[in-house]
């Protein structure tokens, strides 16, 4: 096993209920960080000022919409990048309101960390929970509970502890606490900037980190398992327009690496067909290099002439995965149109497609009691356990094992319009 530090960029979102705060908290970030350029920041204060507002409104800073500034909400996902010079961040600011629960997915598709808001004064909502059990269904594995408004509840001590406690109890009841999992609370006010950047005057009972105290140490580290390669091939590169005549044969296959290592001379198989190769060349656009590493595009060649094409997938020749033609997975509704067990979908899934019968909806989660419900269809943030039957095979891994490989979306293939997202759990 060889042991990879990834902890340069630390990409996380924020999410929870609606007026939680979570805009407000990532413009307090990074205005007291001093990443706020000037232009921008001249643009929020006159906005600020047509609202009557006496203080900049830092959510903002992060509303990038006008639908956004005009109702005071957010809609879309907005990214933010910053960098402190110790660590590189992307920031995802999630909509609160529950018609964008699909938009919460997409951010937390790719979130190492979420930050779950919670309002000091409510406590744990619908939402909250609905979050919380999205950010384990994608697999984050650290959790950050930003309890907010402190300010509004007088600093009050004890009610910080109580949102804790309830919180636990329901990570407890959905088994979010497992190994690997890290679950840490904050008590803040992102209004005043209490425990954001500065530890501010009114918590100094809480001997914890400030939130960039958290992110800056936040260990991300993970152990890349070279048993698992897992590279998807995009793209046959055959120049034959060069006049070199050395490009003229060139022959070589290229795509991301979404899980392992591979090394020139490491022995690889493709499926779903089978055939065996060795790698001899690896390239990062003209540049030769001995290892690719996970989330690194390259182009790869091989040592004799094999059929490859787009969607295939190279794995080591002692991995035992094959391809499947069902498998049941967790999946949250998209669309606004209801899933139709009579109509054929489309599965996407790294570089293949395949067209998809949905067999059975084996329960509907109810996020209000987690209780497991008969459902016949699902509409728009239903969260499912659903049976696919594939037309074409796929190489799919279960999506606790691995990521990139265990999750897929599936696309209404008469508008191509993106209906569900969806987790692997089982495979046929």
Excluded at 247 to 275: Q, T
Aim: aromatic share 6%.
């Amino acid at each position: 096993m060889t042991k990879q530090k990834n902890n340069n960029v630390l990409r996380f979102m924020t999410c929870g209920s609606v007026d939680d705060g979570k805009s407000t908290l990532i413009g307090r970030l990074l205005f007291d960080s001093k990443m706020i350029l000037t232009d921008t920041l001249n643009q929020i204060e006159k906005t600020s000022k047509k609202r009557g507002m006496n203080a900049i409104d830092l959510s903002l800073i992060t509303d990038g919409l006008q639908a956004e500034r005009e109702q005071g909400i957010t809609i879309d996902v907005a990214y933010r990048y910053f960098t402190t010079g110790t660590r590189k961040y992307i920031i995802a600011d999630a909509p609160g309101h529950e018609q964008y629960t699909r938009n919460m997915v997409t951010a937390a598709s790719t979130a190492q960390l979420a930050i779950i808001l919670v309002d000091a004064r409510k406590g744990l909502l619908t939402q909250t929970r609905r979050h919380t059990y999205l950010s384990k269904l994608v697999g984050i594995k650290h959790i950050l509970v930003a309890i907010n408004k402190m300010d509004l509840i007088d600093y009050d001590e004890s009610s910080y502890h109580q949102i804790c406690k309830d919180y636990l109890q329901f990570a407890n009841d959905i088994n979010l606490i497992s190994p690997g999992v890290n679950i840490e609370f904050i008590p803040m006010s992102a209004l005043n900037g209490d425990m954001i950047v500065e530890r501010g005057d009114f918590l100094k009972w809480f001997k914890g980190p400030t939130l960039l105290e958290f992110l800056e140490k936040l260990d991300t580290s993970e152990d890349i398992k070279e048993s698992t390669l897992r590279f998807p091939v995009q793209y046959v590169c055959r120049p034959h327009a060069s006049d070199n005549k050395e490009l003229h044969d060139f022959r070589a296959f290229m795509g991301r690496i979404e899980s392992g290592l591979l090394k020139v001379n490491d022995k690889i198989k493709v499926l779903p067909s089978g055939h065996e190769s060795e790698v001899i060349e690896i390239r990062v656009g003209d540049q030769l290099i001995n290892e690719a590493i996970p989330e690194q595009s390259v182009t790869v060649s091989l040592s004799n002439e094999i059929d490859i094409s787009r969607g295939d997938m190279l794995v080591h020749q002692d991995d035992s995965i094959n391809a499947v033609k069902g498998f049941t997975g967790m999946v949250c509704w998209l669309a606004e149109v209801p899933l139709s067990l009579s109509r054929t979908y489309l599965v996407m899934h790294t570089t293949r497609v395949s067209k998809v019968k949905i067999t059975q909806i084996h329960h509907k989660v109810n996020i209000q009691n987690l209780e497991m419900e008969n459902a016949e269809t699902l509409k728009t943030n239903d969260i499912a356990q659903l049976s696919f039957k594939l037309a074409q095979p796929l190489i799919v891994d279960n999506y606790n094992d691995n990521r990139s490989t265990g999750a897929f979306i599936i696309v209404d293939e008469s508008t191509y319009h993106t209906v569900g997202a969806g987790m692997i759990q089982s495979i046929a």
